[in-house]
């Protein structure tokens, strides 16, 4: 079945801090990835959609430059958290679509908490 | 826009005893829709899912649901948990966007907590 691996699990930074999520597909081309965050107890919300070779679509509310997307393959999309604050601690999970008509298939997950 | 209401935010239910999560959706076309399991600090696995035809729909783990378009409703059930069972599971309608990637929207999930 469809495989996608985020890295790293877990991180835990000072503020301040850039951090990077990465999201892979490792077993199919991912025309479109997806972000979204989960705060504690709460649904998950898309924070972005990322297509392979042009920039990614934010959500409205969604800090463009807080939160930089880029997807330079058709197999990683990364997430850059920049100059991260607690406010920024939350669960992010990727997603990647093999094509717009299949279901996604979502990473583990990153867990960030910024101190 | 699209918008998936679970109203139980919070079901226990004993080992062996079946199961139904409520799921309401609305949606101004024919829905794609789907439930999502997601284990504690994980991410999220698909159960089942329903794009067109026979609107009882089979998943994985002894899963079913049943799309009812006069009720906006897309029930999961189960007619005997078992304790692995226990997790946060999230009903999810796709709405098409820009570039004809579909997006999800998400209910706000239901905990399920199986009693032994």
């Known amino acids: 079945g469809a495989v996608v691996s985020q890295h790293p699990s877990r991180v835990i930074c000072k503020s301040g801090t850039s951090v990077k999520i990465e999201c892979r597909s490792l077993?199919?081309?991912?025309?479109?990835m997806f972000w979204y965050r989960q705060f504690p107890k709460q649904s998950l919300m898309l924070m972005a959609t990322?297509?392979?070779?042009?920039?990614?679509?934010?959500e409205q509310g969604v800090e463009k430059d807080k939160f930089l997307i880029n997807h330079a393959s058709l197999t990683l999309s990364t997430l850059t958290v920049t100059s991260a604050h607690p406010e920024d601690s939350s669960f992010y999970i990727c997603?990647?679509?093999?094509?717009?008509?299949?279901?996604?298939?979502f990473g583990d997950g990153t867990r960030l908490s910024i101190l | 826009a699209q918008s998936v209401t679970q109203p139980d935010i919070h079901i226990t239910v004993s080992e062996g005893a079946s199961l139904e999560l409520r799921c309401n959706y609305s949606y101004g076309a024919t829905p794609y829709l789907f439930w999502y399991v997601q284990s504690p600090g994980q991410g999220l696995q698909l159960l089942l899912k329903?794009?067109?035809?026979?609107?009882l729909v089979q998943g994985i783990k002894g899963f079913e649901a049943e799309f009812k378009r006069s009720q906006s409703s897309f029930n999961l059930r189960k007619p005997s948990v078992h304790w692995s069972d226990a997790a946060e599971y999230f009903c999810a309608v796709a709405a098409i966007s820009s570039g004809s990637a579909r997006q999800l929207t998400f209910g706000s999930g239901t905990q399920l907590t199986v009693l032994p």
């Open positions: 329903y794009f067109s035809g026979d609107t």
């Open positions: 077993d199919f081309q991912a025309t479109t």
């Open positions: 997603s990647a679509k093999r094509t717009p008509s299949q279901p996604q298939h």
């Open positions: 990322s297509n392979e070779g042009s920039k990614a679509t934010y």
